[in-house]
C-alpha cells in the first residue's frame, strides 16, 4: 500500500492519518499537498471546528523515507528542493489554520514527524511515545520549520542539544519543557486528542482565530505593535455574533452555542 493521508471525521473534528504501512509512517510528497488541501477545506467549512492530525497504527510518523532521498542525490538539487518545499508548504497550513490543530502521537515522531507535530496547536502524546531529530546523524540539517519551532519553544542550550546530538527526546521532558501538552497512557493519545478537540468545539470559533492570530504576531512585534494588534482583535470580537451569545449566555447563567 502506498503512503497517504487519510481524512476522516468525528463531529466537529477532522481526523488526518499519516499513513503508510510497513514503513513506519514515512512521509512522501503526496501527502503534503493533501494535507495543504484538507486544511484548506477545513477552513471553509463552519461544521469543522477542530482537526487533530495523527499516524496510523502505534506510530506518528517516521519522517521522511531516506530510501528516496538518496535517491534525489542522482537528480537535480531542484528536484530535492521541490519536495522539501511542498512539506513547508504543509507546515504553514498547519500553522496558519484558523481552527485548533491538535497533534495525537504515539510511538515515535521522528525527522519531519517531529516537524508536523510541531507545528501543529497542542500536542497529546502517550507516555512511551517519543521525538527525534536524528538529521545529523545521516549527515543533514533539518526541516519542516523544527529549527524555527524548538527556538521558539525552548532554551537554546536545549534546542541545540536535541538536535546537534539528534537523540530521542522522551514525550516527559518535552512536557516539563512545555512543548508537549498532555501525556496519556498509551494507546490514548488519539481519544485523549478527541476529547479535547470536543472541548473547543463547544468555544467560540471566531475568538480562537483571533487568538491564533494574535500568537502568531507575538514573535515578531513589538509590544506597542502588539497591543495594537490585540485592540484591534478585542474590538473585531467584540461586535462579532459569538461575543453576543456568548456574554448573553454568562449573563443567563447558561452554556453558550455558537454557530
Not at 122 to 151: C, E, M, N, R, T
Not at 215 to 243: G, I, Y
Request: with cysteine; glycine share 6%; net charge negative.
Amino acid at each position: 500500500m502506498s503512503a497517504e493521508l487519510l481524512a476522516s471525521r468525528r463531529d466537529a473534528t477532522l481526523i488526518l492519518t499519516l499513513s503508510n504501512p510497513g514503513a513506519r509512517n514515512a512521509l512522501h510528497p503526496d501527502m503534503y499537498a493533501a494535507g495543504v488541501e484538507a486544511l484548506s477545506t477545513a477552513e471553509r467549512d463552519p461544521e469543522i471546528r477542530a482537526v487533530v492530525l495523527t499516524g496510523a497504527g502505534d506510530t506518528f510518523c517516521a519522517g521522511g523515507n531516506l530510501n528516496r532521498l538518496l535517491e534525489n542525490r542522482s537528480k537535480e538539487r531542484a528536484v530535492a528542493a521541490d519536495s522539501v518545499g511542498k512539506l513547508h508548504a504543509w507546515v504553514e497550513a498547519l500553522r496558519d489554520c484558523p481552527k485548533p490543530v491538535i497533534a495525537a502521537v504515539e510511538g515515535p515522531a521522528a525527522g519531519a514527524g517531529f516537524s508536523l507535530a510541531l507545528a501543529c496547536d497542542l500536542i497529546v502524546a502517550a507516555h512511551s511515545s517519543q521525538f527525534v531529530a536524528a538529521y545529523v546523524k545521516v549527515g543533514l540539517s533539518p526541516d519542516g520549520g523544527i529549527s524555527w519551532a524548538l527556538s521558539q519553544a525552548l532554551p537554546r542550550q536545549l534546542a541545540t542539544e536535541i538536535l546537534i546530538e539528534g537523540k530521542a527526546v522522551s514525550a516527559a521532558r518535552l512536557h516539563q519543557a512545555g512543548v508537549v501538552n498532555r501525556v496519556v497512557v498509551d494507546g490514548q493519545a488519539l481519544n485523549a486528542a478527541l476529547d479535547w478537540s470536543d472541548e473547543l468545539a463547544r468555544l467560540s470559533p471566531h475568538a480562537m482565530e483571533n487568538i491564533k492570530s494574535l500568537l502568531r504576531e507575538a514573535h515578531n512585534q513589538t509590544l506597542p505593535q502588539q497591543l495594537e494588534s490585540e485592540k484591534q482583535s478585542f474590538v473585531d470580537c467584540l461586535h462579532h455574533r459569538d461575543a453576543l451569545e456568548g456574554i448573553t449566555a454568562f449573563l443567563e447563567k447558561r452554556k453558550p452555542h455558537y454557530q
